[in-house]
C-alpha cells in the first residue's frame, strides 16, 4: 500500500471515472507503474544470513529486518553531512530505493510504503547508501530537491531541537530549538493531510 491522500467528493459515476483518471495519472507522475514493473528489484535480491562472517565481511546484502519486518535508516545531506531524518524501511522500501535511487520508508504511522517528498516536492535523491556491519541499520546521503528540507514541520532537518546536557532534578528537560526558522510552512505544503504524529 502505497501513502496518497485522496478525498472522493461524491459518489456519482462520472466524477469517479474522473477521479481514477486523474489518481492513475499522478500516481503513474510519481513513478509508480515503472517502479511496479521490471525496475523494481526482486524480492530475492537479498542474500539468507547464514554465517557472522558472510554478514560483516562479504559482498552480500543480507538485511536483518527486526520483528516488525523494519530496518532503522538514518538520512544525511550528502554535501553538509547534516542528520535530515531517521526513518524506517521494510524490504519493498529499501528494495524500491536500490531501484529508483530516491529514498522510500516505511511509515509506521500510516502504515504504508512512503514515497519521500511525493507530496511535498521535497524528493530524496540518493547519492550513496551504505548497510552497517551487522546489517541492522542503513544510512543514506542524499540530495534534497527543491527548499533542502526533509521534516514534515517544515524545519530542513526532524533534528531540529537540542536537548540541553547536565540538567538534574525532577522536571523534565526544556528543549532548545538550534533551527529557529522553518524552510516552508506544513499548511501549504500538505493542507488538510492528516499529520504523522502521533501522541
Request: hydrophobic content about 35%; proline content about 3%; aromatic content about 8%.
Amino acid at each position: 500500500m502505497l501513502c496518497y491522500n485522496i478525498t472522493i467528493l461524491d459518489d456519482k459515476h462520472e466524477r469517479s471515472q474522473e477521479l481514477s483518471k486523474t489518481l492513475s495519472r499522478d500516481l503513474n507522475t510519481l513513478g509508480v507503474a515503472a517502479m511496479a514493473s521490471e525496475n523494481t528489484v526482486s524480492a530475492d535480491t537479498f542474500a539468507a544470513r547464514l554465517t557472522v562472517e558472510q554478514v560483516e565481511e562479504s559482498q552480500d546484502l543480507a538485511p536483518k529486518f527486526d520483528a516488525d519486518g523494519l530496518i532503522a535508516c538514518i538520512t544525511t545531506d550528502a554535501e553538509s553531512g547534516e542528520v535530515l531524518m531517521l526513518g524506517y524501511m521494510n524490504a519493498d522500501a529499501l528494495q524500491r530505493t536500490i531501484a529508483t535511487g530516491e529514498a522510500h520508508y516505511w511509515s509506521r504511522s500510516r502504515q504504508c510504503l512512503w514515497h519521500k517528498g511525493a507530496t511535498s516536492g521535497l524528493v530524496q535523491e540518493v547519492v550513496e547508501m551504505r548497510i552497517d556491519d551487522d546489517q541492522d541499520a542503513v544510512w543514506l546521503r542524499v540530495q534534497v530537491a527543491g527548499s533542502g528540507a526533509s521534516c514534515h514541520v517544515g524545519y530542513r532537518s526532524c533534528f531540529y531541537r537540542s536537548i540541553p546536557l547536565g540538567q538534574t532534578g525532577n522536571t523534565a528537560p526544556q528543549l532548545q530549538f538550534e533551527e529557529t526558522t522553518k524552510v516552508f510552512d506544513p499548511a501549504d505544503v500538505y493542507g488538510d493531510a492528516p499529520n504523522p504524529t502521533q501522541l
